[in-house]
């Protein structure tokens, strides 16, 4: 089974702060790499696709990139909106998800 | 509208059993593979089952043999009977489409969630 192992657990920054967050698989998984945001209370949303597509309506300053191994996620200007649990995901496996918080 | 609400979860015992249910709309269950992912109290997200169009299902091994996914096409639900819970099944469980496109399985849309949690 592919492992896939995200960093930081867990992260604090400030409103318009960029933030990055890292999944790495524990194999070549070309660009199969989805990305979801989980607010407190709710059930986990889809965000990114193929490591680098928005959905539809997701905001513009969400991005994603990586290929192969290694992936990131990124948030260009931290809003209070997106505090929330970050996940990546890979076939059935879930990162281990990172809590974003507000400094 | 697409929507996905679950049902049936509650407090059981260890051994004990119980059946949740995702009612559809928008979108017909027998035309798409439908999971339950599953997330315990302040952990992280568990894939649990999936049940593909033609029917064929597959488990996650924490759960194998004693949980079984069903659906109703005529009433576009999809199951989960959960027998021999044991504690470590305490979770949230989410009904989700789970999409396949060119290779790559995504989980959208999710259900609210139901709550399962076995105790004595």
């Known amino acids: 089974d592919i492992q896939m192992t995200q960093s930081p657990s867990s992260l604090s920054a400030s409103v318009g702060d960029r933030v990055t967050i890292t999944c790495q698989a524990s194999?070549?998984?070309?660009?199969?790499l989805n990305w979801y945001q989980q607010k407190p209370g709710k059930a986990p949303k889809l965000l990114i696709y193929?490591?680098?597509h928005l959905e539809t309506g997701v905001p513009s300053r969400f991005s994603g990139s990586g290929s192969g191994t290694d992936f990131s996620f990124s948030i260009s200007s931290l809003q209070p909106e997106d505090i929330a649990t970050y996940y990546c995901?890979?076939?059935?496996?879930f990162g281990g998800g990172t809590k974003v918080e507000i400094k | 509208e697409v929507q996905l609400v679950e049902s049936g979860g509650g407090l059981v015992q260890p051994g004990g059993s119980l059946r949740l249910s995702c009612a559809v709309s928008?979108?017909?269950?027998?035309?798409?593979?439908m999971s339950w992912v599953r997330q315990a109290p302040g952990k992280g997200l568990e894939w649990v089952s999936v049940?593909?169009?033609?029917?064929?299902?597959f488990y996650a091994d924490s759960v194998k043999g004693r949980f079984t996914i069903s659906r109703d096409n005529s009433k576009n639900t999809v199951f989960l009977q959960m027998d021999s819970l044991r504690v470590a099944d305490t979770a949230v469980y989410y009904c989700?489409?789970?999409?396949?496109?060119?290779?790559?399985?995504?989980?959208?849309?999710w259900g609210q969630g139901t709550l399962v949690t076995v105790s004595s």
């Open positions: 995901q890979q076939d059935t496996t």
């Open positions: 049940i593909y169009t033609g029917g064929t299902t």
């Open positions: 989700v489409r789970e999409r396949t496109v060119r290779g790559d399985i995504r989980f959208d849309p």
């Open positions: 194999q070549d998984i070309s660009n199969f």
């Open positions: 928008g979108f017909s269950v027998s035309a798409n593979y």
């Open positions: 193929d490591a680098s």
